[in-house]
């Protein structure tokens, strides 16, 4: 077993990409992925929209926090998200994209409206398009996974087909009287996988399992990704959910802001999370009961102060 987190390619073969990310996702619950096939420039649009809706007023910015919403849609404001355990919020806001719906789709029971800011006219056009370009990759991420798995290349294709995935627009600011909070305290991702964008910068850790904090910092462009809860669930464990964080920087860091995009690639909100039966054996007993998608999202949301 190498002791390092993987950096691979989605350009590799697919059964070295699948024997990489099922050694580092079993280990460490984290790879590095590059050639990920998310258009720069689009990247490059996003982070600029990010960084200038950050910089609206306060007041502004209110506008668009839905009351009651759980956090799923819009904004939602500086220290609001709480780690579970945790009595202190994270410093950091957000923003939050999800899936576009047709008119009567049964699923918009789950995963209301999108809302935009008037404020910046390219906005929708910008986060629908790089949702899109996530989703892909998702789905070939995904397929690696399976293989590793045993199961068919295809086989999560229908489990995320218009899954309740979510593209999140962080920003963290300038450090200031802290108070024992940290930028994002010591966590577990509620989703399937995690591709995130904009890690580059130090603050990001994941905790092994012998108990060490390990910086994850991939190169400019490249994704970090890691193994969300409903994963860990459906693999008994075998793929593992990290604990992870992003620390408060010291020095000249602290006095500026940082930004990042996650991707949390949820299941569609009607898939049952059953152990799979390849992951389950007399040194692996079953630890988990049958449990809807949107449940589980729905007493995580509850842990985390995004909805009562």
């Excluded at 990247?43 to 990010?50: D, Q, T, Y």
């Excluded at 910046?120 to 590793?148: M, N």
């Excluded at 068919?152 to 593209?167: E, I, K, M, R």
């Excluded at 593992?240 to 920087?249: A, G």
Aim: glycine share 6%; hydrophobic share 40%; aromatic share 10%.
């Amino acid at each position: 077993m190498t002791d390092t987190i993987a950096h691979v390619s989605l350009t590799q073969p697919v059964d070295t990409l699948a024997q990489e990310l099922g050694r580092s996702f079993s280990e460490f619950g984290f790879a590095v992925i590059s050639d990920h096939g998310i258009d720069q420039d689009l990247i490059a649009r996003a982070e600029r929209l990010s960084r200038e809706f950050f910089a609206l007023s306060e007041d502004t910015k209110r506008a668009y926090f839905i009351q009651n919403g759980g956090g799923a849609r819009g904004y939602t404001p500086y220290r609001t998200e709480k780690a579970v355990g945790y009595d202190t919020t994270d410093l950091k806001e957000f923003w939050h994209v999800g899936r576009t719906l047709p008119d009567g789709d049964p699923l918009a029971e789950f995963m209301p409206a999108n809302v935009w800011p008037d404020e910046l006219p390219e906005f929708r056009e910008v986060y629908e398009a790089l949702y899109a370009e996530f989703d892909k990759a998702g789905l070939k991420i995904l397929s690696a996974i399976a293989i590793h798995l045993g199961l068919a290349p295809d086989w999560f294709d229908a489990t995320v087909d218009q899954g309740n995935s979510v593209l999140r627009l962080l920003h963290y600011p300038p450090v200031e009287n802290a108070e024992g909070a940290v930028r994002a305290a010591p966590h577990g991702d509620i989703n399937t996988i995690t591709l995130l964008l904009g890690a580059e910068e130090a603050g990001l850790e994941l905790l092994s399992q012998q108990g060490e904090w390990i910086p994850v910092s991939p190169p400019p462009g490249a994704l970090a990704v890691n193994i969300g809860d409903m994963l860990s669930r459906l693999t008994n464990d075998k793929l593992r959910s990290t604990i992870h964080r992003v620390v408060n920087p010291k020095g000249a860091a602290s006095r500026r802001s940082r930004f990042s995009m996650p991707f949390f690639l949820h299941f569609r909100p009607d898939f049952v999370i059953e152990t799979l039966p390849q992951c389950v054996d007399a040194e692996h007993p079953d630890q988990y009961e049958p449990l809807s998608s949107h449940d589980f999202l729905m007493q995580r949301l509850r842990e985390i102060n995004l909805t009562k």
